[in-house]
């Protein structure tokens, strides 16, 4: 007659019990076999109730496309009731392979000697993780047995993307951006690594098993490129359905196909590609925030908000602008965010349709202007680091002997305080975590670093130079050709020669040669068209 709930609270695992004067029967399905929360972050009690086989057969599709055996090593780099982090445990174990426990952050030394050390073949990432992690430079953190690094959990900058890709191509490694959600257990698309380079923008493909498809508002498939409608993901691991209370969990599958909330088109590859969102959430850090909720919670502390926002900002527009300070504190302490990624503006008269209701894309629109706006104030203004420290640790005072450290800050917050730094100095300061702020504010340098020519740049401009010289003269001054030769070499040295071994040869000369060449061959069309011989010099026969 008792019940155990064991939930995830603020400070680890809490167990509530609850007792019956009757007996309780028994409600569990049989195919039911696990429940996550959609948005623990804000509270929600919705939770999505996973079967058995959606576990299985996406654990064995996300092993078929990232060939996962026996000898793969996965570290952790997420907490296991989260969907990604439990996707990595799943998938894992149903191919054979290991996990090398941790409990470091990424941007912690001990997590990549930890790596190192264990042999691991792949990392799990978040945004803010890849974030993090670039700001110490990626490839400053070698791990020799890496296979590929895998991103999901929110939209990465394409910047980001194509960086990850050059980066894992340099050192050996693959580079996967995947797209899912809770109530797929979790995995629903992913990007070929060898697709990368022109499809970063997009969700991809569907996973082995799975199928997409773009509906209108009508519920008419959407075939052409370009036109817009809501996703829809069919396979094996849709989730069973929500449960909301107990009689629930007795509840047997009741979803056939899973309406994502997002809005999508497809491109003319035949890939999908995210272009907004239905449903009133964000995501930011890779957590899924409910703006209803974040609403809710504004109006228990009597404050009248409109929430929206952007993949990297929480927007609120208040309806008393004095309310400003009280909101920013706590939203940002109730979701655990830096005060910065909370924007607030005024929300003004409410924009209303023809039918009475609120006109909710206006209200968006209206967020984003306040967001840009707020940021663009941002850059033009000379913030002082106290000021970047009380954001990044959600504290109102500081004092100068304070650091960032002492003042309890977390991941999200070292990574914004790592971005100020570096637009500051020329070099992100050694354990800078750790220093007094008075300490730092002294090494703000006074004007920006001298901007260097490299070597190769000299030489090619010398080389070109000559060339002109040679020919507005009529001959007499050698060598231009030789030293342009000796600069494509180099080249060639630097950036192709790494690339041979781990790419196809023509795609290297392609490099090397593309676009010289193609107008090179094209001059000697068109003056052969025209009747006109081709000087001797054009034909590479000079003596210059």
Request: charged residues 20%.
């Amino acid at each position: 007659n008792i019940d155990l709930l064991v939930y995830q609270g603020d400070s680890g695992l809490r167990i509530k019990v609850c007792t019956h004067t009757t007996p309780v029967p028994a409600l569990l399905h049989p195919d039911l076999a696990v429940l996550l929360s959609t948005s623990g972050s804000t509270g929600n009690a919705k939770l999505v109730r996973l079967s058995k086989e959606a576990i299985s057969s996406n654990a064995q599709a996300i092993g078929k496309y990232l060939e996962i055996g026996i000898d793969s090593r996965a570290i952790l780099t997420l907490p296991l009731f989260y969907s990604y982090g439990m996707s990595v445990l799943h998938s894992y174990f149903s191919a054979g392979g290991s996990l090398i426990l941790n409990s470091a952050s990424v941007s912690d030394k001990e997590f990549w000697e930890l790596a190192q050390r264990q042999r691991a073949t792949s990392l799990a990432l978040v945004p803010h993780q890849v974030r993090l992690i670039d700001q110490s430079e990626f490839s400053n953190y070698p791990i020799e047995t890496l296979h590929y690094v895998t991103q999901a959990g929110g939209k990465l900058d394409p910047q980001f993307v194509h960086k990850l890709e050059s980066i894992g191509g340099e050192a050996g490694w693959k580079f996967f951006v995947m797209y899912g959600q809770t109530e797929a257990a979790p995995r629903i698309s992913f990007i070929p690594p060898e697709l990368l380079s022109v499809a970063a923008d997009t969700i991809g493909k569907a996973i082995p098993g799975g199928h997409l498809e773009i509906r209108d508002s009508k519920g008419n498939a959407v075939r052409n490129p370009g036109q817009t409608g809501e996703l829809f993901y069919f396979g094996d691991n849709v989730m069973m359905g929500y449960a909301a209370n107990r009689e629930d969990l007795s509840k047997s599958a009741e979803v056939r196909e899973l309406a994502t909330g997002d809005l999508a088109e497809w491109t003319p590859t035949g890939l999908v590609r995210i272009v907004g969102r239905l449903k009133r959430f964000v995501k930011l850090y890779g957590m899924r925030i409910s703006l209803d909720q974040v609403e809710a919670l504004l109006k228990e502390k009597n404050i009248s908000a409109y929430a929206s926002g952007t993949d990297e900002h929480l927007v609120l527009l208040l309806e008393n602008m004095s309310d400003d300070n009280r909101a920013i504190d706590l939203v940002s302490s109730h979701l655990r965010i830096p005060t910065g990624d909370v924007i607030v503006g005024a929300l003004g008269e409410m924009p209303l349709l023809p039918n009475g209701k609120i006109d909710q894309q206006c209200l968006n629109e209206r967020a984003r202007g306040v967001a840009q706006s707020r940021l663009n104030q941002r850059v033009s203004s000379k913030r002082g680091l106290r000021d970047v420290f009380m954001e990044a640790t959600r504290t109102r005072a500081i004092n100068d002997t304070d650091s960032f450290a002492s003042l309890g800050g977390d991941s999200l917050g070292f990574l914004q305080v790592s971005l100020e730094l570096e637009a500051r100095f020329s070099q992100i300061p050694k354990n800078w975590e750790t220093m007094p702020l008075a300490e730092l504010q002294k090494l703000q340098p006074a004007t920006k670093p001298v901007s260097r020519l490299g070597m190769d740049v000299i030489v090619r401009v010398l080389a070109i130079s000559l060339i002109v010289v040679n020919h507005a003269l009529g001959g007499g001054i050698n060598g231009g050709t030789w030293v342009l030769l000796m600069a494509t070499g180099l080249s060639f040295f630097r950036f192709q020669l790494p690339s041979l071994g781990r790419k196809p040869l023509w795609v290297t000369f392609s490099k090397l040669f593309y676009p010289l060449l193609v107008f090179y061959y094209l001059s000697l069309l068109a003056l052969t068209t025209l009747g006109k011989p081709p000087p001797v010099s054009l034909l590479t026969l000079s003596a210059n």
